[in-house]
């Protein structure tokens, strides 16, 4: 309600609130936060709701999955008093003992179809699992040998519990070449079980023990190397490298056995790896650089399964491995973990298809709200058994509220000949189209300015491009991985100044300038890498740490001059950026030294390529065994370490700073990053790209200038190509999916 001003009348609203409280029986204040509500109160506040509302008909989807057995007697009684207000109750739920508590009516349905409504006074406990579960058990499954028991036992789990306690007491043990299937229904513990044996949950207690020796794992790097794996069941958010290629994806959990002396990667065993594993599970792709979000479920998930079999692992746990994949894919897969199996790996396979795990599980354990309900053999298990099993007995209890992610295949609607684009001579589509428009351009200026090809303009071209890219790159590597830095310009203004005041010591020249040089770099790289570190361990966005840290920044840089310019600085020192004598450009040497150095760190080492891995999916690369904080620190770093350098060179150009030096330089870095073709949303990105980025801004400035544009409509120009460049960006993933 509103009053003529058409302001709230919050006390008609209060006391309107109140009463639909009072009458669904609780007196709770509802001037409260609902975040201090207990999950029943929060129940009883949306029950409030639908009286508030006068519903008519009223869902409740597991309502108690969440509740205590007190609770939920709680919770039965207000749906009592809807039902006699004559709302119509829909109770959607897994649990025989409240569908004949409650229920007048029962439906099952059973893969997405209505099996029969009936009323509940013909219905059976008996005849509800059947339906649940079906009579139609066929199997178009190859028959399969069950494994001794008597083989060597390779997984075993003991008394094990996590800190949220999801899982309770759970033992069992899975044989080499066995493949052990685990079945529950919604909030049985499934999920949770795999994640804490892989390390992604924590464990309060209980005891992993891998071919007899006990295994403390608290993160899914050393899950790996104790030699087990894991096909999560959000193959798109948990499994997947989306802004990846097939080939980085399949080989990023074993990057460290396709490098050279441990760091230097080696593409050519990578791609000899990776066409064995494609040709193995006859994946059907264009090429092994085609993204992996091009493929289809099925042979997307065929990539995950065989990054785990390049890494040979004791013990494979899989979570709902053929979800979202069609008929032919689901067999196919099927026959593989028989063959993986059959190798001698320990197989987990969780899956909520009741058929799939009789026809493909050699034993299969029941988990209902978190504990072991039975263990049976296959030979002897039947449908109704394992029903009964996975059912819950007794009242409502504490238990899983998670649901299972459902993802349809993803499928590529790219016409053939644009797909073909991102491997068009080796190039990205972004970088041939910078290409071509620098090229342009380039001959634009040429054919319509005097001067603009004569060897000192083209020189001074080169140098403010090489400039640029120092800039261009340390935006660019912390956006691939994720993050993004708009501190550059003001980092930039403080390690120059540090170099600067050093320069004015009394020391000699031969002295003061190592040193200044060192310095300027070395407070560069600690500037960048404290970002990183602030945003870890505060948890905190990096946009929101380097927007405080660009007036820190500032400020120190500010307090160092006391308002004073540094100049006259040794000419030895000018001899870095140009040397008079020879003419040799060193800004321009040291630019494309810089970029060589990090086209071989993104491309040929473990820790560049991570950063891709990160950027593109943080849950996926986590779950790969690489550490998101030490890359997430790599990258400020290398950042910081860049700046500290564009610093040092540009006070060797110009041989003076001040105080506001840098300023607003951080926006043009994140321009040229981002022109260039690194996606804002990370995961993306090239050094050619931020070279062409660079040099068409330089371009673009040339003919501003020769069109007599100055000042805020420069900056207004800039900012459209940014947002261009994004909007390109977005449509072209857009078209890609």
Same mark, same amino acid.
């Given at each position: 309600p509103t009053n003529s001003l058409g302001l709230v009348q919050w006390r008609e609203v209060n006391a309107a609130a109140q009463q639909a409280v009072n009458q669904v029986g609780e007196g709770i204040r509802v001037q409260q936060p609902a975040s201090g509500l207990s999950v029943?109160?929060?129940?009883?506040?949306?029950?409030?709701?639908?009286?508030?509302?006068?519903?008519?008909?009223?869902?409740?989807?597991?309502p108690t999955s969440a509740l205590t057995a007190q609770e939920a007697d709680w919770l039965f009684a207000q749906i009592t008093r809807l039902k006699q207000a004559g709302a119509g109750i829909i109770y959607i739920s897994h649990r025989q003992d409240e569908i004949f508590r409650l229920a007048d009516r029962i439906t099952v349905l059973r893969d997405g179809r209505k099996v029969w409504t009936r009323p509940c006074s013909e219905v059976t406990p008996d005849s509800l699992v059947a339906a649940m579960v079906g009579r139609e058990q066929a199997s178009t499954a190859e028959p399969h040998a069950s494994k001794s028991e008597a083989s060597d036992v390779r997984l075993q789990v003991s008394q094990l519990n996590d800190r949220t306690g999801r899982l309770r007491n759970v033992s069992f043990q899975v044989h080499d070449g066995e493949i052990l299937g685990i079945y529950g229904l919604v909030g049985a513990g499934r999920t949770e079980l795999a994640e804490t044996i892989f390390g992604i949950r924590q464990t309060a207690s209980g005891q992993i023990q891998i071919d007899g020796q006990t295994q403390t794992i608290t993160s899914p790097a050393k899950a790996l190397r104790a030699g087990i794996g894991l096909v999560p069941e959000d193959r798109l958010r948990q499994g997947l490298f989306s802004g990846l290629s097939v080939r980085a994806n399949t080989i990023m959990s074993t990057l460290a056995q396709w490098t050279r002396w441990r760091f230097f990667t080696n593409a050519s065993a990578e791609r000899t790896a990776t066409a064995s594993i494609v040709q193995r599970?006859?994946?059907?792709?264009?090429?092994?650089?085609?993204?992996?979000r091009q493929l289809s479920g099925g042979n997307q998930q065929k990539i995950v399964l065989g990054r785990w079999l390049l890494a040979q692992p004791r013990v494979l746990i899989l979570d709902e491995p053929t979800r979202g994949v069609d008929v032919g894919a689901k067999a196919e897969i099927h026959r593989l973990l028989r063959e993986i199996a059959n190798d001698g790996c320990a197989m987990v396979m969780i899956s909520s298809d009741l058929t799939e795990v009789l026809?493909?599980?050699?034993?299969?354990?029941?988990l209902?709200?978190? @504990?072991v309900a %039975?263990?049976?053999?296959?030979?002897?298990?039947? $449908? @109704?058994?394992? %029903?009964?099993?996975?059912?819950?007995?007794?009242? $409502?209890a504490e238990s899983d509220s998670s649901t299972p992610v459902h993802h349809a295949p993803a499928t590529s609607h790219v016409p053939s000949w644009l797909a073909r684009l991102p491997s068009l001579g080796g190039f990205a589509w972004s970088e041939l189209g910078l290409m071509a428009i620098v090229l342009a351009l380039f001959l634009w200026l040429g054919w319509t300015s005097d001067n603009f090809l004569q060897a000192a303009n083209l020189a001074n071209l080169l140098g403010e491009t090489a400039f640029w890219t120092l800039l261009g790159l340390a935006a660019a590597t912390v956006i691939i991985a994720g993050g993004i830095d708009i501190s550059v310009g003001s980092l930039l203004g403080l390690s120059a100044a540090v170099a600067g005041l050093i320069l004015k010591t009394d020391l000699p020249a031969v002295c003061a300038i190592p040193l200044a040089v060192v310095a300027g770099i070395a407070v560069g790289t600690a500037g960048g890498t404290l970002n990183g570190w602030l945003s870890l361990v505060g948890r905190i966005h990096p946009i929101v740490v380097t927007l405080g840290m660009i007036f820190f920044y500032r400020g120190i840089t500010i307090a160092l001059l006391r308002g004073q310019q540094i100049t006259s600085l040794p000419p030895a020192f000018g001899a870095l950026a140009l040397h008079r004598d020879t003419g040799i450009r060193g800004l321009i040497l040291v630019g494309v030294g810089a970029v060589v150095v990090a086209y071989l760190f993104l491309n040929h080492t473990r820790p560049g390529r991570h950063l891709y891995a990160?950027?593109?999916s943080p849950t996926a690369a986590?779950?790969?065994?690489?550490?998101?904080?030490?890359?997430?620190?790599?990258?400020?770093?290398?950042?910081?370490?860049?700046v500290g350098i564009a610093a040092v060179m540009e006070l060797s150009s110009s041989m003076q700073m001040q105080a506001q030096l840098g300023k607003g330089w951080e926006l043009q870095a994140i321009a040229i990053a981002v022109i260039g073709g690194v996606s804002i949303t990370g995961g993306r990105g090239s050094v050619l790209g931020v070279v062409l980025g660079a040099l068409l801004l330089q371009l673009v400035n040339s003919a501003l200038v020769r069109w007599q544009i100055q000042g805020s409509q420069i900056d207004l120009i800039f900012g459209?190509?940014?947002l261009v460049a994004v909007i390109v960006d977005l449509s072209w993933r857009r078209l890609e999916r």
């Open positions: 029943a109160h929060r129940h009883m506040t949306h029950i409030a709701n639908a009286v508030v509302q006068r519903a008519s008909i009223v869902i409740l989807d597991e599970l006859s994946v059907k792709h264009r090429d092994l650089a085609q993204p992996i026809a493909h599980a050699d034993r299969i354990l029941v209902c709200e978190g @504990e %039975a263990c049976l053999p296959t030979a002897t298990a039947t $449908p @109704e058994t394992i %029903a009964r099993a996975a059912l819950p007995n007794d009242s $409502p990160v950027g593109a986590r779950l790969a065994g690489i550490s998101h904080a030490v890359s997430w620190l790599i990258a400020f770093a290398i950042s910081g370490l860049l459209a190509m940014i």
